[in-house]
Antibody
Framework: QVQLTESGPGLVHPSETLSLTCTVS????????VYWVRQPSGKGLEWMGR???????SYNSALKSRLSISRDTSKNQVFLKMNSLQTDDTGTYYC??????????WGQGTLVTVSS | DIQMTQSPSSLSASLGDRVTITCRAS??????LTWFQQKPGKSPRRMIY???NLAAGVPSRFSGSRSGSDYSLTISSLESEDVADYHC?????????FGSGTKLEI
């Protein structure tokens, strides 16, 4: 079945770079797009960007200067890198996939805390 | 960017009540509107897609509707397991944008 699993460092220091991995199973990254969504603690959801099935990327303009999404299809992994992290980047980061409509499948999320 | 104005931000209701949450789109989004339920500490769960289509496994007491640029999620008879945050999403145009969320309590 379709599964997405986020992994990352948990704690990042201010001004450093966040690196997250979304490992997928049950489908091919060349057949489906994968999206990143984040949720600051106690707040709403924010779309960050996507890795399209054909390798193209799209980014939220508010994050575009800091954000990069890439993939390794052989490892079934999608990567998120975001630099110059600040405390308001603290929150839970999700990867998600469409299925008969938007965002049918979600990972469990990974909590990222930005703190010195 | 398309703004999704979600109301109310919080809602307290009683078991058995009919509950409605609304999102208003700042531009035409057709039926590209999805509703999610999110329980504490859990990932969002898709409830309604295409404005009115019930996602797989979602109880039939949930429904979605559209009136112009207003999109609504209705729970016909509130149950205790429906306590959660609810979010709307427009997916007609990038960047995809969510509403600010509604906290539903009993």
């Amino acid at each position: 079945q379709v599964q997405l699993t986020e992994s990352g460092p948990g704690l990042v220091h201010p001004s450093e770079t966040l690196s997250l991995t979304c490992t997928v199973s049950g489908f091919s990254l060349t057949g489906y797009s994968v999206y990143w969504v984040r949720q600051p603690s106690g707040k709403g959801l924010e779309w960050m960007g996507r890795m399209r099935y054909n390798g193209d990327t799209s980014y939220n303009s508010a994050l575009k200067s800091r954000l990069s999404i890439s993939r390794d299809t052989s490892k079934n992994q999608v990567f998120l890198k975001m630099n110059s992290l600040q405390t308001d980047d603290t929150g839970t980061y999700y990867c998600t996939r469409d299925g008969g409509g938007p965002f049918a499948y979600w990972g469990q999320g990974t909590l990222v805390t930005v703190s010195s | 960017d398309i703004q999704m104005t979600q109301s109310p931000s919080s809602l307290s209701a009683s078991l058995g009540d009919r509950v409605t949450i609304t999102c208003r789109a700042s531009q035409d989004i057709g039926n590209y509107l999805t509703w999610f339920q999110q329980k504490p500490g859990k990932s969002p769960r898709r409830m309604i897609y295409g404005a009115t289509n019930l996602a797989a496994g979602v109880p039939s007491r949930f429904s979605g509707s559209r009136s112009g640029s207003d999109y609504s999620l209705t729970i016909s008879s509130l149950e205790s397991e429906d306590v959660a945050d609810y979010h709307c999403l427009q997916s007609i145009q990038y960047p995809l944008t969510f509403g600010s969320g509604t906290k539903l309590e009993i």
